[in-house]
């Protein structure tokens, strides 16, 4: 296991780390604040998805194809959100289940009736092509993208969330959902706002993840269920707690891949290190959360409830 | 029967002493009330010595058994039981349902998988000897969530005494109700006196002055006074803080 | 849902008695095609009838039962392929495994409630399912056929007649037991967590502890379900413990009719044969079936027997069944 290997592995760790983040950064807040499970997260990173490789196909700017893929969500996402999400909020959670889970199930058919079941192939646009000096190591350019846009939205929702009056709003709805709207705050137009935020970010992570990994339908749900244990990991309703569970799950994983079935063959014969290195590499990000919740069930780190 | 005893109870939310170092000592058959004006921490009190809450500083004493670590299920099996200020029953469940669920818990019978609950003698028995105790016979086979209030609180209370208990918290059982509906209710519990020891949390100063035989003052936290009903109007101190508009 | 119809045994042996028809029909009409599809109706139905124990009596949504059903399969499956054909040692693994990962998840699980207990499930069940596929020697993604089927003595649970008639009394007995148990101690109490978890501790009994046993058993219920499909299919698949099965699972619950002894039963067959029906018209059946659930969960969750009850309208006002999801 060379230095330089490690020092690759830990970045991609983080670029899966930010690309956790922009899913649970939304996600958090709707569990939060809304109290509104919403599975059909992962079919907005899908829309995102399709949305960029086919702008990007069609007119050759990665640039365009970004923003069309946050466009595009975000208009699907306000859309669920008014025809279905809203109805839901006083409902229990198996109705939002039940609901989301239709949803998920519909959209994942309709791309599969529109583009077919083959995944669609997004090329690493031209200008991030090459690689970065980092350290004396080189790094795929377009990865640390990604890493970079990652971190400067989490810098954005910083500033959003502890400098803004909204932000305030926002902090306030997720320690004490019914005091705001008891306050006299548009509780309707600040569901929606935080919802179309949720998917516009959904949507950027399906736009930088389509060079990286297979655009398809039933893309959104293997990485939705990572994010809700990124979430459940980090504690529901806080977003500060999103981006630091985000980033130690997108490291344990990407680091525990690789470093798991080498550190099974130094402590049993190969058979069996082959076999149960890569099955307990897979479970380990699962573990992880069995162990936080068993020890600290309201996650890492809490929005604190008042 | 039980005695409850506590020493030093407090408990602190941040900077605020919630409960101020409030030792009581409930005797074996008495019905003793505590009162005191809102905000003064009686609702807490109560949650604490259920086990709802767990007490930052002090002891809990029951039946001479040191209850302070104990889970709200494990008190309650030890013959701990207490009524809700807000009715909490089992909307989907008739009346004398509610009351055998709470008798067959006590009977240590709810770990069975096959006969009909109802089929339960033991359990149907002390159901419906609490159901007719609470004055609600005629509709013990009432759905509870179709109850009128008044007719709910009375199940709060059934429940209560169907668990077979040694002691019974009641918090505010006359909460929400009319003149009528109250004297009722006096007069069940004056019927429950001497066969259980009671600790009454109530705003109603007939009820309370009628029933209660020791009364302790909870103001900010900690108790002021514990004396009879005779004492407790004479008391210079708890008419000003407290019965000050009220005539007694 | 103390309605008449909801608790009363006419629709649960009235459906009995037309599964047991099938065979017979199926044979006068020279469609053994029949037989084995309603076969999978049955084996579905024993898992959702499991479900609805923790689901429909308990209140605890678990989005992660197709981890029961997929351990279930390859309870089979793996014995199977080491050359075990026997089907007692096939159920006793099942059980006892599906047990003890219940017990395992259902103790974690239960230390949240709500949301936190739903995302915990599903993230269980993704846990099995990528444990299973990293199994290379066994099949990995591929799945692994099932080199022997159950045997019973000379009784062979790979032949479709004696495996329709094992589930048919196997969900018999299921059913049965499901029915005694909604108003027997354990059920009333576990019913009464659903509803109200605070006022069941303050009784005497631990609401978590109640809701643990009935995890377990349903997840213990759920696995025997996994071992008839992959009798009938002789062979198991990582792809049975999809997300996508649980969430169809809760989707037979509900449509069924939740907390219901005969809902299970409706919702599996409504769910299977509307998907045979649809399949026929367009394989992208999903177009309409997704929008449907959508439609279900806006309208009310009375599911079907539900609906069924409130036709003589003489039956009382129907409260919403409250979900607890776990936890205190």
């Given at each position: 296991m060379s230095a330089a290997l490690l020092f690759v592995q830990l970045l991609n760790g983080l670029q899966y780390g930010v690309l956790l983040f922009l899913l649970a950064a939304g996600l958090t807040l709707v569990f939060g604040i809304m109290s509104f499970v919403n599975l059909a997260h992962g079919s907005l990173y899908m829309v995102g998805a399709y949305a960029a490789a086919l702008t990007y196909g069609a007119a050759g700017s990665f640039l365009l194809a970004v923003l069309a893929a946050m466009g595009a969500a975000l208009v699907v996402g306000l859309l669920l959100e008014v025809a279905i999400v809203s109805r839901l909020y006083r409902r229990d959670h198996l109705d939002h289940v039940?609901?989301?889970?239709?949803?998920?199930?519909?959209?994942?058919?309709?791309?599969?009736?529109?583009?077919?079941?083959?995944?669609?192939?997004?090329?690493?646009?031209?200008?991030?092509?090459?690689?970065?000096?980092?350290?004396?190591?080189?790094?795929?350019?377009?990865?640390?993208?990604?890493?970079?846009?990652?971190?400067?939205?989490?810098?954005?929702?910083?500033w959003l969330i502890h400098k803004t009056r909204v932000g305030m709003l926002i902090r306030a709805g997720a320690q004490n959902p019914q005091l705001v709207g008891a306050l006299g705050v548009n509780i309707g137009l600040l569901n929606a706002m935080l919802f179309g935020v949720g998917a516009m970010l959904a949507g950027l992570a399906g736009a930088m993840a389509g060079p990286l990994l297979s655009v398809q339908s039933g893309m959104g749900e293997p990485v939705l269920i990572t994010t809700l244990v990124v979430i459940v990991i980090g504690g529901i309703g806080s977003v500060n707690g999103a981006l630091y569970a985000a980033l130690i799950v997108g490291v344990v994983d990407t680091l525990g891949r690789v470093l798991l079935p080498l550190l099974m063959r130094q402590?049993?014969?190969?058979?069996?290190?082959?076999?149960?290195?890569?099955?307990?590499?897979?479970?380990?990000?699962?573990?992880?959360?069995?162990?936080?919740?068993?020890?600290?069930?309201?996650?890492?780190?809490?929005?604190r409830r008042g | 029967m039980a005695s409850l005893r506590t020493e030093g109870l407090v408990k602190r939310y941040g900077a605020l002493l919630v409960t101020d170092h409030v030792s009581l000592d409930i005797r074996v058959g008495e019905l003793h009330a505590v009162i005191g004006p809102n905000g003064a921490g009686k609702t807490t009190l109560i949650n604490q010595l259920s086990g709802e809450l767990p007490a930052d500083e002090g002891r809990i004493v029951f039946g001479g058994q040191d209850i302070s670590g104990l889970p709200v299920h494990q008190r309650a099996r030890a013959g701990l039981l207490r009524s809700y200020q807000i009715t909490s029953i089992f909307e989907e469940f008739t009346v004398v349902e509610n009351a055998t669920l709470a008798a067959m818990a006590a009977k240590r019978h709810a770990w069975r998988f096959w006969t009909p609950m109802r089929d339960d003698p033991v359990a149907r028995d002390a159901a419906?000897?609490?159901?007719?105790?609470?004055?609600?016979?005629?509709?013990?086979?009432?759905?509870?969530?179709?109850?009128?209030?008044?007719?709910?609180?009375?199940?709060?209370?059934?429940?209560?005494?169907?668990?077979?208990?040694?002691?019974?918290?009641?918090?505010?059982?006359?909460?929400?109700?009319?003149?009528?509906?109250?004297?009722?209710?006096?007069?069940l519990l004056r019927g429950l006196k001497g066969r259980y020891t009671i600790l009454l949390v109530e705003h109603d100063m007939d009820a309370v002055f009628a029933l209660a035989d020791r009364i302790s003052v909870l103001v900010y936290g900690s108790v002021m006074f514990t004396g009879t009903p005779d004492e407790i109007r004479e008391h210079p101190e708890v008419r000003a803080v407290y019965l000050g508009d009220e005539t007694v | 849902?103390?309605?008449?119809?909801?608790?009363?045994?006419?629709?649960?042996?009235?459906?009995?008695?037309?599964?047991?028809?099938?065979?017979?029909a199926a044979t006068a009409l020279d469609q053994p095609f029949w037989i084995s599809f309603f076969a999978r109706i049955l084996i579905y139905a024993i898992a959702a009838s499991a479900l609805n124990l923790a689901l429909g009596y308990g209140g605890?949504?678990?989005?992660?039962?197709?981890?029961?059903?997929?351990?279930?399969?390859?309870?089979?499956?793996?014995?199977?392929?080491?050359?075990?054909?026997?089907?007692?040692v096939h159920l006793g693994l099942?059980?006892?495994?599906?047990?003890?990962?219940?017990?395992?998840?259902?103790?974690?699980?239960?230390?949240?409630?709500?949301?936190?207990?739903?995302?915990?499930?599903?993230?269980?069940?993704?846990?099995?399912?990528?444990?299973?596929?990293?199994?290379?020697?066994?099949?990995?993604?591929?799945?692994?056929?099932?080199?022997?089927?159950?045997?019973?003595?000379?009784?062979?649970?790979?032949?479709?007649?004696?495996?329709?008639?094992?589930?048919?009394?196997?969900?018999?007995?299921?059913?049965?037991?499901?029915?005694?148990?909604?108003?027997?101690?354990?059920?009333?109490?576990?019913r009464g967590?659903?509803?109200?978890a605070r006022r069941i501790n303050a009784i005497?009994?631990?609401?978590?502890?109640?809701?643990?046993?009935?995890?377990?058993?349903?997840?213990?219920?759920?696995?025997?379900?996994?071992?008839?499909?992959?009798?009938?299919?002789?062979?198991?698949?990582?792809?049975?413990?999809?997300?996508?099965?649980?969430?169809?699972l809760i989707v037979m619950v509900v449509l069924g009719g939740i907390g219901t002894v005969a809902g299970p039963i409706v919702g599996a067959l409504v769910f299977l044969g509307l998907e045979e029906v649809l399949k026929g018209w367009t394989e992208h059946w999903m177009v309409i079936f997704g929008p449907l659930i959508v439609l279900m969960a806006l309208v009310g969750r009375r599911g079907i027997v539900g609906l069924i009850d409130l036709w003589p309208k003489a039956a009382r006002p129907a409260t919403p069944v409250p979900v607890s999801e776990g936890g205190v």
């Open positions: 039940l609901a989301t889970f239709g949803l998920v199930m519909f959209f994942n058919e309709l791309v599969r009736l529109v583009w077919g079941p083959q995944p669609l192939f997004v090329q690493v646009p031209e200008v991030l092509a090459g690689t970065v000096q980092l350290f004396g190591f080189n790094y795929p350019s377009y990865r640390f993208a990604v890493i970079a846009v990652g971190l400067l939205v989490a810098v954005g929702s910083y402590v049993a014969e190969r058979s069996v290190a082959d076999a149960a290195g890569p099955a307990l590499a897979s479970m380990l990000v699962y573990l992880l959360m069995a162990g936080v919740l068993a020890l600290r069930p309201q996650g890492l780190f809490p929005a | 419906e000897a609490a159901v007719s105790a609470a004055g609600l016979t005629s509709h013990s086979d009432t759905l509870a969530g179709e109850l009128a209030y008044g007719q709910r609180r009375q199940l709060e209370l059934a429940m209560a005494l169907a668990a077979q208990p040694k002691f019974l918290l009641l918090d505010e059982p006359m909460a929400g109700m009319s003149v009528q509906e109250s004297a009722a209710v006096t007069d | 849902m103390s309605s008449r119809l909801a608790s009363s045994a006419i629709l649960p042996v009235l459906l009995l008695a037309g599964f047991a028809a099938v065979p017979f605890l949504v678990s989005f992660g039962h197709a981890l029961f059903m997929g351990l279930g399969s390859y309870a089979v499956a793996l014995p199977a392929f080491h050359g075990i054909a026997n089907g007692w099942c059980i006892v495994a599906c047990g003890l990962v219940a017990l395992a998840v259902g103790a974690i699980s239960l230390r949240t409630s709500g949301m936190a207990f739903i995302m915990i499930t599903l993230a269980f069940a993704q846990m099995g399912y990528f444990a299973l596929v990293s199994l290379k020697q066994y099949g990995g993604d591929d799945g692994l056929p099932v080199a022997a089927t159950s045997r019973f003595g000379g009784f062979d649970l790979g032949s479709t007649l004696p495996l329709y008639a094992t589930a048919l009394v196997v969900l018999a007995l299921v059913t049965w037991w499901m029915a005694k148990l909604r108003v027997a101690p354990f059920g009333m109490a576990l967590a659903r509803q109200n005497g009994l631990e609401a978590r502890r109640l809701q643990l046993v009935a995890f377990v058993i349903s997840g213990a219920i759920c696995g025997v379900s996994g071992m008839l499909l992959a009798n009938l299919n002789a062979f198991a698949s990582p792809s049975s413990l999809a997300w996508t099965v649980s969430g169809e």
